[in-house]
C-alpha cells in the first residue's frame, strides 16, 4: 500500500512521541501522557492475548484516559481502547467507547482546542489509516464510518481492495462517492473527488480511480454561470489538479479536453491575486509537456512570458512574481537555458534565488549534482537552496545521495528528515548513524539548546536527536531485528520515548504486524508461524515481557 507513506507514518509516530515529552512536565500533562502510553499498551496487550491480563491493563487505560484533563487529545487513546476492548471480544463495550471517541473528537473540533495543523477529526482519521497499515481494517473502517469523511473512506477502500476484499471495498468506494456528492461548493466537491481519485490511483486500483475522477469533472463545469473572480480561480485550480490525475491515470484525450477548456480560462481571469494567473499557465504548460505537447505548453509559456513582461515598471512586486513564475515553469519543462535568461530580469533578489534554487534541484533531478551544487555556491551557498535539494532526494526515494550532501556541504538543520528517509526506505541502521552523527556534531542537548538560545534555529534542530529513535525501533522490530531494536530502546534515556519504543517493539512481534512491503526475509521469518507452537508462543512471550517493561516505566512517571 502506497497511501499513506511509511515516511508519513513515521512522522506520525515520531510527533506522538513528541507529545508525550519535553521540558518539566505538570502533574496534570504527567497523568495525560501516562493515559496515551497505557491506551497504546493496552491496544498492544489485547491484539496479542486475550486473558485477564489484557482485561486489567485496558480497564486501566480506560480510567486513565477517561481522567485526562487535556479532552483535545482524548479521542486518540480513547479509539486505542476501544479496539483492544474488541480484540479481546467486548464488542460492545468497544463500539460504545468507539462512538464516544468520533463524539469527543467532533466536540472538542467545534471549540477550536487544537494549536496543531492537525484537528481533533484529522488525528482520528490519520489512527485510521494507520490501523489500516497495521492489519486492524474492521477498526479502520468502522472508524471512518463514524467520521463520515469521504476521502478516508476512499483511501481505505484501497486498502480493502489490496486485502481481497473487493466487495466490500466498493461499498465502503460507494458510501465515500455519495458522502462526497452532498457537498454543495463545487469547488470542495471537485477537491473530495479528486482526492479520492488521487488515494485509489496511489492504491494501485486505476479502474476505480477514473470512475471517481468522472463524478469529478461533472462538478466543475467551468463554463456554466456568472462566478466571482474567485469563484473562477477556485475552479481552474480544481480543474488543473483533476487534468494531473488525469495524466498520470493515462487518460490522455480526457486530459487534453480538459486542458483545452481550461487554457483560454486562465487567460481572461480576473483575480484579486494576479499571481494565479500565471502560476495557472505554468501548470497547464507542465502538463501539456507531460502528454507530450511540447508545441502547446510553449505556446502557453510564451504567452505568460509576454504577460509578465508587460506588467507596469510602478508594479515591481507584481511583475517579479509573474516572471519568477514563468521560470519556474521553463524549469518544470526541462528548459533550463530559458529560465536561466529569465532570472536576471528578476529585480527581487530573494527570488530571483528562488529560481535559482529551482534550477539547482532540476540539475540534481537529471544526476548533475555538480553543476547543482555549483549553481548554489554561486548565490553564496545559501543554506536552504541545499535543503531543497536534500528534499528532492529524499522524495526520489534516494536517502543515501542526500546524507552525502548533508555531510559533504555541512547542510544544517535536515538531519531529523534524512533519519526519516532511510526509514522510509526501509533502512534503520542507516536511519540510526544519522541520528548518532548529528548528535555527536552538536555535542548533544545542551549544545542545542545553547545554538536555540542564540539564534542558531537550524544547528539547533539538527543536534539532539533522540526523539528519533522509537521510529527507528518499530522499523527493526518490523523487519523482526528484535534485539537491534532493544538496545535502541535501552539507549534511550527519556522515559516516555522509551516506553513508547518498548511499545514500538511489542507491535513487531503482534500477529498483525505488516509483512506486505516486499522485504523477503521478513516474509520468511514469518512462515514458522504457520506450524502450531513454534514461533508464536515464543514470539507473544517476548512481546508480554517487552510490554510489562513498558507499563512499569509508565507507571512510574
Known sequence: MVLPSKQVMSVVFVLTAALYSGGEATAAETQDTQARLLADIAFQYADLETSQRSLSILDQAQRSVEGMTNRCFQANPLVKVAGGYRLVGQDDKGDQLLAEAVQTAQAQEATGCSSSATSPTESLANR???????????????????????????????????????????????????????????????????????????????????????????????????????????????????????????????????????????????????????????????????????????????????????????????????????????????????????????????????????????????????????????????????????????????????????QTQQVQGIAAEVALGYIEAEQPEQALEVVKASELESLGADAALANAKAGQAERAASGHLDYLRPAIARELAQQQQFDAALQVAQSITDDVYQAQALVAIAAGYSPTAPVERGVMQRILARLTHFWPGRADDSDRQNAIEVLEQALQITQSL
Open 128 to 406: 485510521a489509516r494507520e490501523y489500516a497499515e497495521g492489519g486492524h481494517l474492521d477498526l479502520a473502517v468502522d472508524l471512518g464510518r463514524g467520521l463520515q469523511d469521504p476521502m478516508l473512506l476512499a483511501g481505505l477502500a484501497g486498502y480493502l481492495f489490496e486485502r481481497g476484499q473487493p466487495r466490500r471495498a466498493r461499498q465502503l468506494q460507494e458510501q465515500a462517492l455519495a458522502l462526497a456528492q452532498t457537498i454543495d461548493e463545487p469547488f470542495y466537491k471537485n477537491q473530495t473527488l479528486t482526492v479520492m481519485a488521487h488515494q485509489l490511483r496511489l492504491a494501485g486500483h486505476t479502474e476505480q480511480a477514473l470512475q471517481v475522477l468522472e463524478a469529478s469533472l461533472e462538478s466543475n463545469s467551468l463554463l456554466s454561470g456568472e462566478r466571482s473572480s474567485e469563484g473562477a480561480s477556485l475552479q481552474i485550480s480544481a480543474a488543473l489538479y483533476t487534468a494531473q490525475e488525469l495524466v498520470a491515470l493515462q487518460a490522455e484525450q480526457q486530459a487534453l479536453d480538459l486542458l483545452d477548456q481550461v487554457v483560454p480560462e486562465i487567460a481572461g481571469l480576473e483575480s484579486s491575486f494576479p499571481a494565479d494567473q500565471f502560476v495557472y499557465w505554468a501548470e497547464a504548460a507542465a502538463l501539456y509537456g507531460d502528454l507530450g505537447r511540447q508545441s502547446e505548453a510553449d505556446a502557453i509559456l510564451a504567452t505568460a512570458l509576454a504577460a509578465a513582461e508587460a506588467t507596469p515598471n510602478d508594479e515591481i512586486q507584481s511583475r517579479d512574481d509573474a516572471l519568477s513564475r514563468v521560470a519556474g515553469g521553463y524549469v518544470k519543462l526541462e528548459n533550463i537555458d530559458q529560465a536561466l535568461q529569465i532570472a536576471p530580469l528578476v529585480q527581487s533578489a530573494i527570488l530571483r534565488t528562488m529560481v535559482l534554487q529551482e534550477v539547482a534541484i532540476a540539475y540534481a533531478a537529471s544526476g548533475d549534482a555538480d553543476a547543482a551544487i555549483a549553481l548554489v555556491q554561486s548565490i553564496g551557498g545559501s543554506n536552504s537552496a541545499l535543503i531543497g535539494i536534500v528534499r528532492h532526494y529524499l522524495a526520489q526515494n534516494q536517502p543515501d545521495q542526500a546524507w552525502d550532501l548533508v
